[in-house]
């Protein structure tokens, strides 16, 4: 099963040569822009090959339960309009015309679908679904589900750019809140593409139409003026294959439906009934009239019971916090919320705080007063009588009584209740929560960690895990010393770029003379790095020295320079052996006169493999190499205008690693060297004046130092 993340790739190669050949419009691109997917998007072929099996469990658990619910479900639609002409820019009453076709067809309320042929009536499946333009947009406010943006784009492929506001289209409002379409000036004659979906959210799920094909009135021209290319696509976006398998008429592929008949290949136009071909012989043949087949708009009429239970699964299996969700809702005339907590911070050094929380008016009133409740950890609510006046949507902070806590870790809650002295219609948006670590004073360094013990985290050290999925854990197999390891499941975390954080204890490390931080680190890639494609997971280390109210990177690593294994990738899940550690040496002086250092591991995903942290220790340097290494550096005239002068001395030769950042941690200069003495000149005249991080990372650790560039 693993393979299929190389061998995807030539199926899609092979289905794009079908489609590409063929001397016929081209109605759908969603099989080329899956080839693409598959070829620049970081993990998309695990996910997907992945999504496969999480949705056929779901269909297997709802075995003898009633599959569809007689009240239809709501999901709600924003419409991106991205247009270059004025043509392109299309009414509101041509994209509400497809909204209805899309509820039509999925209801199996279309007044042509007594066309579908009387042997197959009783196989015409439908959905509980309605489909609607949102009505709350991500922020909460109003809305009418229809984005328009002008664009100096004449037209686009099927690379995305359309979903991405920087590259001339519109930023996908929140996937798994919304069904996201984009409507635009499309090339080379394509109807529209979709995405299949994954088994992590992708932050570009919907379907791209182009303007002449979307909806039944205005723009739109025969024979794709019915609005099924639409209906056809968002097939896809639920995980419908095309009727004939995209096999190139071998009859041997499925679209993993049941009961669609076999079919060698699409069709185009409107066959007489019945039709047959190499794949299904006789009578009653193909289902050319089936949504997924290419057949004219007014030629299709039918999904199948099969296709519709493939799309209810799919759409509960990966995106069901779409139906009914915030986006579809209304507003009430009475409705208070809290929208933030202002303080506590996520990390403070103060056991007293004084909460601020924002409130917001989500009804249509004014809001004149509410209840504001709150409460420390599972302690006893507190409440505070607001009033004032808030129009609709309005926001305001207040603050409340002070309170006093212990060191750790703690939750505040707050939530409103009474907007203007009556019942909250809408609980749902009432109700904000934070968590977050009292540091005190730091506790005092050396310190070391091998995560021996079974409790994970170890105490005092936290976890930061915002998605709530995979994270920082402890196994026992692989370790680099003693009973335990840290380490991170990315083989099977199937997301991309999420952040997850391991937090050591508040630090003084101003009695080590020399302070270094150090730790044993294993990886090993899953994808080739020699490849077309160069995915990889990172591993970041940053410190905080003002209550981890700001932090700096200190050490940055991935692909191949974050491997420890020959070869440095495999398709096996890794497990170190004893060969496959690196010791990792960091400099923590230009950090030294703090008390109140703050450490995190941070790991990137990148859906690769696992990531091994081992045996971590602050300790200081006098003893190791870093220290003379560091020595051996220096950097002149700083402060200075800009242009400085590095001299590294070494008894033997290194590869250095330079980077130099500004205080955003943007990367101004990076370098790489081979050498024993390097003597390099370091232009920085064009950056403002102001601080910036130098980090030169060798064999035998990394060293950090400030520079100044002045007016």
């Known amino acids: 099963m693993r393979t299929l993340k190389q061998t995807l790739m030539t199926i899609a190669v092979t289905i794009t040569a079908l489609q590409l050949n063929a001397q016929t419009p081209n109605r759908c691109g969603t099989m080329e822009h899956h080839q693409w997917l598959l070829q620049n998007k970081p993990g998309y072929a695990k996910s997907f090959q992945k999504g496969e099996g999480m949705m056929q469990k779901w269909i297997a658990d709802q075995a003898g339960k009633k599959m569809m619910s007689t009240a239809p479900d709501t999901i709600p639609v924003v419409v991106h309009v991205v247009y270059n002409t004025p043509v392109q820019n299309i009414s509101d009453a041509q994209v509400m015309s497809q909204i209805d076709v899309l509820n039509e067809d999925w ?103 182009v303007y002449d094909a979307f909806g039944r009135v205005g723009t739109v021209s025969p024979p794709y003026d019915l609005g099924r290319t639409t209906t056809h696509e968002i097939g896809h976006c639920f995980n419908l294959f095309h009727i004939w398998a995209d096999d190139g008429g071998s009859c041997s592929g499925s679209d993993q439906v049941n009961d669609t008949p076999n079919q060698a290949d699409l069709n185009f136009g409107c066959l007489p009934f019945p039709a047959t071909d190499a794949c299904t012989a006789t009578s009653p043949g193909i289902m050319f009239m089936n949504y997924m087949d290419y057949t004219d708009d007014n030629c299709m009429n039918m999904f199948t019971q099969g296709q519709a239970t493939r799309m209810n699964a799919a759409l509960n299996t990966f995106y069901p916090t779409i139906i009914n969700s915030p986006g579809v809702g209304v507003f009430n005339v009475n409705d208070a919320g809290a929208s933030a907590v202002v303080t506590p911070t996520p990390s403070t050094c103060n056991t007293t705080f004084v909460p601020v929380v924002t409130i917001r008016n989500w009804g249509s009133a004014a809001l004149t007063s509410a209840t504001i409740n709150y409460q420390l950890d599972n302690g006893a609510v507190q409440t505070y009588a607001w009033t004032g006046s808030l129009a609709s949507l309005a926001t305001a902070n207040v603050t409340l009584s002070s309170m006093n806590t212990t060191l750790g870790a703690h939750t505040f809650t707050s939530f409103t209740t009474l907007p203007n002295s009556v019942a909250d219609p809408n609980p749902s948006n009432d109700t904000v929560i934070i968590a977050f670590n009292v540091l005190g004073a730091g506790q005092a360094a050396p310190i070391a960690q091998s995560f021996n013990a079974v409790t994970f985290p170890p105490t005092n050290y936290n976890l930061y895990n915002p998605d709530g999925a995979t994270t920082w854990d402890r196994n026992n197999a692989g370790t680099h010393s003693g009973a335990g390891v840290m380490y991170i499941n990315n083989y099977d975390y199937a997301a991309n770029g999420e952040i997850d954080e391991l937090v050591i204890p508040n630090l003084d490390i101003t009695t080590l003379n020399a302070p270094v931080l150090k730790f044993w680190v294993a990886y090993q890639l899953y994808t080739d790095p020699t490849g077309p494609q160069t995915f990889s997971d990172t591993l970041e280390v940053l410190i905080s020295i003002d209550c981890g109210a700001t932090f700096t990177s200190i050490y940055k690593k991935f692909n191949t320079n974050l491997t420890t294994t020959t070869p440095t990738f495999s398709t096996i899940q890794f497990v170190p052996t004893a060969s496959q550690w690196r010791q990792e040496l960091i400099s923590l002086q230009p950090f030294s006169s703090t008390n109140a250092a703050i450490i995190k591991f941070r790991n990137i995903t990148d859906y690769e493999n696992d990531l091994y942290v081992d045996d971590i220790s602050v300790e200081d340097a006098t003893a190791i190499n870093v220290n003379a290494f560091e020595n051996n550096i220096e950097v002149y005239p700083n402060p200075g205008n800009g242009i400085f002068k590095l001299n590294i001395r070494s008894a033997e030769t290194e590869n250095i690693r330079l980077t130099i950042t500004d205080a955003l941690g943007n990367i101004v200069m990076e370098r790489q060297y081979t050498a024993q003495t390097l003597h390099e000149s370091l232009d920085l005249s064009a950056q403002a004046p102001g601080i910036y991080q130098m980090k030169i990372e060798s064999n035998k650790g990394s060293v950090c130092k400030k520079l100044v560039i002045t007016d």
């Open 107 to 209: 209801g199996r309320t279309n007044a042509d679908s007594v066309n579908t042929p009387a042997v197959w009536q009783s196989l015409a499946g439908n959905m509980p679904y309605r489909f609607v333009l949102a009505r709350r947009d991500p922020n909460g406010n109003p809305t009418n589900g229809i984005v328009r943006v002008s664009t100096g784009v004449t037209a686009f492929i099927d690379d995305d750019a359309v979903k991405f506001t920087a590259q001339g289209g519109d930023d996908a409002w929140d996937v798994t809140t919304y069904l996201n379409i984009w409507v635009c000036p499309l090339s080379g004659g394509l109807l529209g593409y979709a995405e299949f979906p994954t088994s992590a959210p992708s932050n570009t799920f919907g379907y791209v139409c």
